[in-house]
């Protein structure tokens, strides 16, 4: 498990303090895939630097694992000692470091070695014998499909196989946590479903914890339970994915929603006052959410029959999200005022989420 409490984090600047992370708390449960999305400067990868301590926070507390809960003063570490608290000394942060891998964007694989001495890079270090770390090696390259590409350089290899590489060496130290900074930000898109994939194998078959960073509100969706929304530095939402998605609270949650939905499109179409979006008196633009408490019920049908109103559909999508459906309509209902009022209110009683669009 991990666990965050009020958490800070400033860098000293010329230009004046930046506050990258602002008294931030989350739990991550052990066994989880955990999401944190933001934009460009939001806060997320100085957060995800400061649970193995390559940051040390200015302020806070934080538990990682197994290890001791560290309380944070002025970028300095401290641990519960006696009742009281002691600093944290450099061989118990590189300890917790060790049970905590991480992989990059950018992969940071040594170019000038093998794959195979790029994964026994940091075993190298821990006193394990020659012939354990071969083991050791073999054993990861097998469980991220590379055995066969063992002896090549990082230069033959894709951008996929790469981030595999990665994947292996940060796993080779057997941690129990794995942080993940934008690792599928480089990769084309199929490369980028393939890692997804294998990370969610990893979950599954080593229970392992895994913090996954990331811009894309695609990859959230499609890996992770759960998911917090970082702007400025601070957590502005939080909790599972599929409700996140369905109901998003914040201007932010809700742009990235967009951008990882084909409703989203309906926005453009409203800027550019395209003729498919076009409202005529009598009539509203309007947008349709069903959830799990309203799939399978013939609502829709429902609706025109019984209330006396036509719905013309512009734009229409399914997501399936932790093995749930989540729907969503884009329509121009027409019909009296009254009527339309009465079947939006309908929709809503039959948790239906709706908003008038135009």
């Given at each position: ?33 955990y999401g944190v999305i933001g934009y460009s400067g939001a806060g997320k990868s100085t957060l995800v630097r400061c649970l193995n301590l390559l940051e040390i926070p200015d302020g806070g507390s ?23 608290k002691r600093p944290m000394s450099r061989k118990e942060q590189n300890a917790l470091r060790r049970g905590v891998g991480m992989i990059f964007q950018h992969f940071n694989l040594l170019d000038r ?190 609706v025109a029959r019984n209330y006396n109103v036509d719905l013309n559909i512009v734009l229409a999508n399914v997501e399936i999200l932790q093995d749930s459906t989540l729907g969503g309509l884009v ?28």
């Open positions: 498990m991990i666990e965050i409490k009020n958490l800070s984090k400033t860098f000293k600047q010329k230009g004046g303090d930046v506050d990258a992370v602002q008294d931030v708390s989350l739990t991550v449960e052990d066994g989880e895939i934080l538990r990682v694992g197994d290890s001791p809960e560290m309380t944070f003063e002025n970028g300095r570490a401290y641990i519960a000692d006696k009742g009281g070695s093998t794959v195979f001495e790029n994964v026994a890079y940091p075993l190298r270090y821990s006193g394990m014998k020659k012939d354990a770390i071969r083991a050791r090696v073999l054993e990861m390259l097998e469980l991220v499909g590379l055995t066969e590409k063992k002896d090549v350089y990082p230069s033959q290899l894709s951008g996929g196989q790469k981030q595999r590489v990665a994947i292996a060496r940060a796993l080779a130290s057997n941690p129990k946590i794995l942080l993940s900074d934008e690792a599928t930000s480089a990769l084309d898109p199929d490369a980028t479903a393939a890692i997804l994939n294998l990370l969610k194998e990893l979950n599954e078959k080593l229970h392992l914890t895994i913090v996954l960073i990331t811009h894309e509100m695609a990859v959230i969706k499609t890996i992770c339970r759960r998911v917090a929304v970082m702007e400025d530095g601070r957590v502005v939402e939080e909790g599972d994915v599929y409700d996140v998605f369905a109901n998003p609270q914040t201007p932010i949650a809700k742009r990235f929603v967009a951008s990882a939905s084909a409703l989203s499109k309906v926005d453009t179409l409203v800027e550019s006052k395209s003729q498919l979006v076009q409202t005529k008196p009598g009539e509203k633009l309007i947008r349709l959410t069903f959830g799990n408490d309203c799939v399978g019920d013939h609502l829709i049908t429902t329509a121009i209902l027409s019909g009296k005022e009254e009527d339309v009022a009465a079947a939006l209110a309908y929709l809503n009683e039959n948790h239906v989420g709706t908003e008038v669009l135009n």
